[in-house]
Nanobody, 117 residues
Framework: QVQLVESGGGLVQPGGSLRLSCAAS????????MGWYRQAPGKQREFVAA???????NYADSVKGRFTISRDNAKKTVYLQMQSVKPEDTAVYYC???????????WGQGTQVTVST
């Protein structure tokens, strides 16, 4: 079983920045993707960003140019650097890992990010 633990959430003012971290425990193999999703109250969980073990990176249009995803493969950790945050970024942020061969998906418990004055 792969366990993921998020950290770094909290209260931040509009226009501010925040850095989320997600560390994996257990083997995630050599071919995988680690990413971030978020869910606001009353809304479905939505994709934010992902980074594959091969170096491919993808962002949702809503965060493109403001958020940066990065990985530290030695630490099995994925980061989300959030810049110029907006109130609409308020949500519970979840990290996940997708492992190929065999297919396996694991989710973290989530961390609350609140953007407000």
């Amino acid at each position: 079983q792969v366990q993921l633990v998020e950290s770094g959430g909290g209260l931040v003012q509009p226009g501010g920045s925040l850095r989320l971290s997600c560390a994996a425990s257990g083997s995630i193999g050599s071919t995988n993707a680690m990413g971030w999703y978020r869910q606001a109250p009353g809304k479905q969980r939505e994709f934010v960003a992902a980074a594959t073990s091969g170096g491919n990176i993808n962002y949702a249009d809503s965060v493109k140019g403001r958020f940066t995803i990065s990985r530290d493969n030695a630490k099995k950790t994925v980061y989300l650097q959030m810049q110029s945050v907006k109130p609409e970024d308020t949500a519970v942020y979840y990290c996940n890992v997708v492992i190929v061969g065999p297919y396996y998906v694991s989710w973290g418990q989530g961390t609350q990010v609140t953007v407000s004055t």
